[in-house]
C-alpha cells in the first residue's frame, strides 16, 4: 500500500498534525466526517463484526434515533438506514453473524433491529432505563444480555418476551463488556462483577474496584491465546486501571494509569482531570484506546505500560470509540456528554459551524512503524448536526 | 384487611416507632414487599426521588427533600442500613447548613430532630442549633430538647427548656405551654412518688448506698438521698452507645450527661455545667463509629524476605527444580516458614490512627474545601456536586435522562 508513500509522514498537503499553524479545535485531526450525522450526542458506536463484508458503523444517540453508515475503503461513508425509540439510545450492539444490531434505550425497552427487512421490534422489557446490551453466543445457547438501571442483569431469548434468566445486582448497572465466556459489569457505587457464561451465566466474582472514583467504562482484554483475561475499567476521575482476572502476580500485574488529565507538568496551575468515556482494545494488536472528556482520544499499550499517542484536542468531549473488526479503522464521536451540565445547553440553538471537508493525513505511529494513521472525526455542534468521524488505519503488509 | 394485619402482628418488634404515628397503609405495604422480597417498586421510587433532588431548579429544593425522606422513614419501617435514612439526614442537613431560609422552617426543623434521633447525643446536636439559630423561633425545638431533658432525668433543665422557649417566643404558643403543663404534671408525679418511697423506706436508711432493687421495665430509683435516677436505655429508634448500657449496672451516681461531674454534697442541685454555647464549627458526630471505619491499612507489617539480623528467610519456592529429599518423620514441607522474625515487632507495631470520619469533620472539611476554592492541586471538570447531591450517586446518563424525562413532561404537557 503505498498510496502515501513510506518516508515522510507529514502530511499530503502540508498540513501536517504537528506542523499545523492553524488550530482548528473542530477538527484537529483533519479527518473524513460522516455524512448525515445525528441530531444528538452520540452514545455509543458500533463496527459490524467480521462476518459482514465491508464495514458498516451503527451509532445511537440521544436524539432517539439509531443509524446505520457504511464505511467505504475510500473511507467515504454512505448512511444507510435508521430506526427510532422512545427515548435516547444508550448502547448497540451486533450480532455475531452480522444480521441484526440490538439497541438499548432510556425507554426500558431494547429492540432487535433487521438490517435486510429493516424492521425493528421489541425484544426486552425493563423496569428502569437500559444501559447495557450485549450479544452472547455460547456453543449451546445464544442470547442477549442487558443491564439496566434497575437494578438487574437479564439474558433474553429473542423470541420470547420473557427473560431466560435475571440475575440481581447490587447497584445500578453503569457500564459492561462481554467477550465469550467472560462478562463484566461495572456498577453505581463502585461495584465490578465478573460473570461466566459457559453453560449459562452466573456470577463469577465480585471484585473490589480498583479505582476510588465512580465507574465510567469497561472493556475486556484477551491474552496471546486470544481467552478474555481480564478488562480495562475507566472512572470519572481520568484514571483507568487495568486487572488481570487470575494474574500470577496481582500486585505486579494489575495497576492503573492517570489519563485525560490536563496540566501535567504545570504544578502552579491546577491539574484538570476529565472523565474517561470510553475504552476500545484493538481487536489485532490489543492495544487500547480511550476517549475523554477533555477531547482527546489517546492510544496505550497496556503490556509496555507506555502511552503510545495522544491526539489534539478537539473542542468536544469525545463520547463512545470503537474498533472496526480487523483494526483498521477507529471511529470516535466528538459530543457533548453532559459532564458538566449548563442549563442551556443543548436546548438553544448555536450557529452551526462549518463542516470543513476534512483532508487525510498520515502520519508514522511510534511503536508500530508499519502503520499509518488516517483519522476523519466526529463533531456535534449543540444539538444541529453530528458528524461522525473516524480514522482509518491501514497496516502497511 | 385482615391479612395485612397479620403482617403487622407479626413484625412488631421491628417496627421503629414513629411520634406521630405510622399510616397504616403505608406500613402494611411496606411490609408486605418485604415479605416478597422484591423491592424494584421501592428502587424506582427512590430512583425518581433522587432525580427529582437533582433536576429541582425551583424555588423550594427543601420540599423535594422532605418528601423523600417522609417516604423512606415510611417505606422502611425498621429503619436500619437500607433505608440509607442516616445518609440522607445528614446530606440533607448539610445541604441546606448555610442557608438561613429555612432556619425556622418545621420541615428542616424536623429533619434537624430526625437526625438528632439517631445520634448517640442528642443534646450535642441541640446546643448546635441553638448557637447557629436553627429552630429557635418554633416550639418543637424547645419540646424535643426538654424531652431529651426529661428523659435523662434533669427535670429542672428540662423546665428551663420551656422557659427558654417563652423567652424567645416561640411559635405556636398554646403548643409550648400545653407541653409544658404536661412536663409540670409528669414533673410532681414524679416527686411525689419519691418521696412516697422515702418514706416508706426510712427504716432501710442505714446503708448509704445499696444496689438499685430493679422493677422490670420500670425505672430505676435509688434508696437513700440520692436523687439520682439511672438513664433507662431501652431501644428506641437512637443509636445507644455502648459506654452508657454499661453504665446501668454500676453503682449510681449523678451521671446524666456526658462531661463529668464530680458530687459536692454542699451543692444543693446537681445540675451539671454546660458547656458554654461557643461558636461551633461543625456538628457533632451521628454514627456508630464502630461501623463506619474507612478501610486503612490494616497494620503496617512488611513480610520481610530478608529479616534483619542477616538470616535468609526465604519464601518457600513454588516449583522447585529439583525433588526434595524429605525424610518420613519430617513434617510435610507444606508448613511456611515463619516469615516473622519475632524480635523485629512489626506485626504489634500501632495501627495508624485511622482519621475518624465523622459529621463534624466532613462539615468542617466541606467548608474548609469552598474557603479554599481555586486552591485545589487537582479540579474535577464535571458537576461533583450533582453527582453526588443526594444519598445514592448519579452518573452523566442518569442526569441526562433525568432532563430529558422532564423536557418530555412538560412538552407533553404543553401538547395536551
Known amino acids: ?397 | 384487611m385482615a391479612e395485612g394485619d397479620v403482617e403487622w402482628e407479626l413484625s412488631k418488634e421491628n417496627i421503629q416507632p414513629l411520634r406521630r404515628g405510622r399510616d397504616i397503609s403505608a406500613l402494611h405495604q411496606a411490609l408486605s414487599l418485604q415479605q416478597e422480597a422484591s423491592n424494584s417498586t421501592v428502587c424506582q421510587h427512590r430512583q425518581a426521588f433522587e432525580a427529582e433532588l437533582r433536576v429541582n431548579d425551583g424555588e423550594d429544593p427543601l420540599d423535594v427533600w422532605d418528601r423523600y425522606i417522609k417516604w423512606t422513614v415510611q417505606t422502611f419501617p425498621q429503619g436500619g442500613k437500607e433505608s440509607n435514612i442516616s445518609v440522607l439526614l445528614e446530606r440533607a442537613i448539610t445541604r441546606f447548613a448555610e442557608e438561613k431560609k429555612y432556619y425556622n422552617d418545621s420541615r428542616y426543623l424536623d429533619i434537624w430532630l430526625k437526625f438528632a434521633e439517631h445520634c448517640p447525643d442528642p443534646l450535642d446536636i441541640f446546643r448546635y442549633m441553638q448557637s447557629k439559630g436553627i429552630g429557635v423561633l418554633l416550639s418543637a425545638f424547645y419540646i424535643a430538647w426538654s424531652e431529651e431533658y426529661e428523659r435523662m432525668g434533669n427535670y429542672k433543665k428540662a423546665d428551663c427548656m420551656y422557659q427558654e422557649g417563652f423567652k424567645c417566643g416561640a411559635e405556636p404558643r398554646e403548643k409550648l405551654m400545653q407541653f409544658h403543663r404536661s412536663l409540670q404534671a409528669r414533673v410532681s408525679r414524679h416527686v411525689m412518688s419519691a418521696i412516697a418511697d422515702q418514706d416508706s423506706s426510712e427504716e432501710d436508711d442505714a446503708m448509704e448506698i445499696e444496689e438499685p432493687q430493679r422493677i422490670t421495665l420500670g425505672e430505676l430509683k435509688t434508696r437513700g438521698k440520692k436523687k439520682a435516677v439511672a438513664p433507662i436505655n431501652r431501644t428506641g429508634n437512637r443509636v445507644i452507645k455502648n459506654p452508657r448500657g454499661l453504665q446501668m449496672n454500676a453503682p449510681l451516681g449523678p451521671v446524666q450527661n456526658s462531661c463529668l461531674m464530680v458530687f459536692d454534697e454542699n451543692k444543693a442541685s446537681f445540675v451539671p455545667q454546660e458547656p458554654k454555647p461557643e461558636s461551633w464549627m461543625a456538628l457533632p458526630s451521628s454514627r456508630a463509629k464502630e461501623n463506619e471505619q474507612r478501610p486503612d491499612k490494616w497494620t503496617n507489617i512488611k513480610m520481610p524476605q530478608k529479616s534483619r539480623f542477616g538470616q535468609v528467610i526465604r519464601a518457600p519456592p513454588s516449583r522447585p527444580n529439583f525433588q526434595p529429599f524429605v525424610e518420613e518423620c519430617d513434617l510435610p514441607p507444606t508448613m511456611t516458614p515463619c516469615k516473622i522474625n519475632p524480635s523485629v515487632n512489626l506485626v504489634l507495631s500501632a495501627r495508624k490512627l485511622c482519621r475518624e470520619e465523622t459529621p463534624l469533620k466532613r462539615l468542617q472539611s466541606h467548608q474548609q474545601q469552598q474557603r479554599d476554592e481555586g486552591r485545589a492541586p487537582e479540579q474535577s471538570m464535571y458537576c461533583k456536586e450533582l453527582l453526588f447531591s443526594g444519598a445514592t450517586e448519579f452518573c452523566f446518563e442518569e442526569l441526562r435522562a433525568e432532563r430529558f424525562r422532564q423536557k418530555y413532561r412538560n412538552r407533553e404537557g404543553s401538547d395536551s
Open chain 1, 1 to 397: 500500500m503505498s498510496l502515501f508513500g513510506t518516508s515522510s509522514s507529514f502530511g499530503t498537503g502540508g498540513t501536517g498534525v504537528f506542523g499545523s499553524t492553524t488550530t482548528d479545535s473542530h477538527n484537529p485531526m483533519k479527518d473524513v466526517e460522516v455524512t448525515s450525522p445525528p441530531d444528538d450526542s452520540i452514545s455509543c458506536l458500533a463496527f459490524s463484526p467480521p462476518s459482514l463484508p465491508g464495514n458498516f458503523l451503527i451509532g445511537g444517540s440521544w436524539a432517539n434515533d439509531v443509524r446505520c453508515w457504511e464505511v467505504q475503503d475510500n473511507g467515504q461513508t454512505v448512511p444507510k438506514a435508521q430506526q427510532m425509540h422512545t427515548g435516547p439510545v444508550l448502547d448497540v450492539c451486533w450480532s455475531d453473524d452480522g444480521s441484526k444490531v440490538f439497541t438499548a434505550s432510556c425507554d426500558k425497552t431494547a429492540k432487535m433491529w433487521d438490517l435486510n427487512s429493516n424492521q425493528a421490534m421489541q425484544i426486552a422489557q425493563h423496569d428502569g432505563p437500559i444501559r447495557t446490551i450485549h450479544w452472547i453466543k455460547a456453543p449451546n445457547y445464544s442470547c442477549v444480555m442487558t443491564g439496566s438501571w434497575d437494578k438487574t442483569l437479564k439474558f433474553w431469548d429473542t423470541r420470547s418476551p420473557n427473560p431466560m434468566m435475571s440475575l440481581q445486582m447490587p447497584e445500578r448497572c453503569y457500564c459492561a463488556d462481554v467477550v465469550y465466556p467472560m462478562a463484566v459489569v461495572a456498577t453505581a457505587e463502585r461495584g465490578l462483577i465478573v460473570y461466566q457464561l459457559e453453560n449459562q451465566p452466573s456470577e463469577f466474582r465480585r471484585i473490589d474496584s480498583p479505582l476510588k472514583h465512580q465507574h465510567r467504562c469497561v472493556a475486556i482484554f484477551k491474552d496471546k491465546q486470544n481467552k478474555p483475561t481480564g478488562f480495562a475499567l475507566g472512572s470519572i476521575e481520568g484514571r483507568v486501571a487495568i486487572h488481570y482476572i487470575n494474574p500470577p502476580n496481582p500486585a505486579k500485574d494489575n495497576f492503573t494509569f492517570k489519563c485525560h488529565r490536563s496540566n501535567g507538568t504545570n504544578t502552579t496551575t491546577p491539574q484538570d482531570i476529565y472523565a474517561v468515556n470510553a475504552i476500545a482494545f484493538h481487536p489485532v494488536h490489543g492495544t487500547l484506546a480511550t476517549v475523554g472528556s477533555d477531547g482527546r482520544f489517546s492510544f496505550w499499550d497496556k503490556d509496555a505500560r507506555t502511552k503510545l499517542k495522544t491526539s489534539e484536542q478537539l473542542d468536544q468531549p469525545i463520547t463512545a470509540c470503537c474498533f472496526n473488526h480487523n483494526g483498521n479503522i477507529f471511529a470516535y464521536s466528538s459530543s457533548y456528554d453532559w459532564s458538566k451540565v449548563e442549563r442551556h445547553l443543548a436546548w438553544r440553538g448555536v450557529p452551526c459551524m462549518d463542516q470543513s471537508g476534512g483532508h487525510r493525513v498520515l502520519w508514522m505511529h511510534m511503536f508500530y512503524w508499519s502503520f499509518f494513521f488516517y483519522y476523519t472525526w466526529l463533531s456535534w455542534d449543540y444539538g444541529l448536526r453530528s458528524p461522525v468521524l473516524f480514522s482509518v488505519i491501514t497496516c502497511c503488509s
